[in-house]
């Protein structure tokens, strides 16, 4: 069945690293690619997401772009912040029922 | 737009004891669905409607859940006998038809089965 990994965490950067968080996925099909967010004691927010192959998706400095060829989907920043602390769960989406299915989620956790 | 709304956020209750959660969507989106989450765990399917019709249930959820969507509006997702092993963040999202568009999630009600 369709599946996502991560790369398990927690990940402790200083403010200001590059930040890459690892996502794969195995899907029949084509799925659509989420990055969710959930900062403490909130729910869940999408951040970005790719609807296809080689799509890039973008948002407050966060990127992913859409990779078929190694089946992933990997999440960049370039520079982080003490308010990008929080938990990023990687999805993906297939089927006519549109149902998401998660990763395990990557805690994320910077220092000033 | 209000956003999605789950009520009780927290709920506690004794093994045994039957629970019943809502969740109103966002009011145009015509798809809701169900999710359960465990602490260190990303959220799990659980089951979706398309307005009123409930089209697709987990092997998760078992004879002792069961949710409904009357006229396409508010979902209320009950557990009937509750375990332990029930004890988790249930979340809510709703969607506006198809998938690509994203989904809105709800904060989520925490059960405690105690």
């Known amino acids: 069945g369709d599946s996502v990994t991560q790369m398990e965490g927690p990940v402790t950067l200083s403010e200001e690293a590059f930040l890459t968080i690892n996502c794969t996925y195995t899907a029949t099909g084509y799925p659509s690619l989420f990055w969710y967010v959930q900062y403490p004691g909130e729910g869940l927010q999408l951040l970005l997401k790719a609807t296809k192959a080689d799509d890039k998706g973008s948002n407050k400095g966060f990127e992913a772009t859409y990779r078929k060829e190694t089946t992933s989907f990997h999440l960049e920043k370039g520079s982080v912040q003490v308010s990008d602390s929080a938990v990023y769960f990687c999805a993906l989406s297939a089927g006519q029922g549109g149902k998401l299915i998660f990763g395990q989620g990557t805690e994320l956790s910077v220092k000033p | 737009d209000t956003g999605v709304s789950q009520n009780p956020r927290h709920k506690i209750t004794k093994r045994g004891q039957n629970v019943t959660f809502r969740c109103d969507p966002i009011s145009e989106h015509n798809r809701l669905y169900w999710y359960r989450q465990t602490l260190g765990q990303g959220p799990e399917f659980l089951t979706y409607?398309?307005?009123?019709?409930?089209?697709?249930k987990s092997r998760l959820l078992s004879d002792r859940f069961s949710a409904e969507r009357p006229k396409g509006s508010f979902s209320t997702l009950e557990i009937q006998r509750t375990e332990q092993g029930d004890s988790a963040m249930y979340l809510c999202?709703?969607?506006?038809?198809?998938?690509?568009?994203?989904?809105?999630f709800g904060s989520g009600t925490r059960l405690t089965v105690v």
């Open positions: 409607f398309q307005n009123e019709a409930q089209l697709e």
């Open positions: 999202a709703s969607s506006l038809g198809f998938r690509d568009y994203g989904y809105t």
